[in-house]
């Protein structure tokens, strides 16, 4: 299921940027703007999140709930 959603997602970016221009790219960006930096002496870890939701990438997780429910 949880792979499904991500696919659907993986979709719907590509639907967006396939109709580059139209209200399908209307989204939110949030997550973190700057990333989070750990230091340790010997390793740095770089820790950062940001998701961008379109109209097209919730209508690509809907078709692939469509699908999951025809498979199931």
């Known amino acids: 299921m949880t792979v ?3 696919i659907g997602f993986v979709i719907g970016t590509f639907i967006g940027t396939y109709f580059d221009g139209t209200f399908l790219n209307y989204g939110q960006t ?4 700057n990333p ?4 340790m002496g010997f390793v740095v870890l770089t820790f ?7 109209i097209a990438s919730v209508v690509g997780v809907i078709i692939a709930f469509v699908v999951y429910r025809f498979i199931r």
């Open 4 to 6: 499904l959603v991500l």
């Open 30 to 33: 949030f997550g973190l703007t």
């Open 36 to 39: 989070v930096e750990l230091d």
């Open 48 to 54: 950062g999140l940001k998701f961008h939701i379109t």
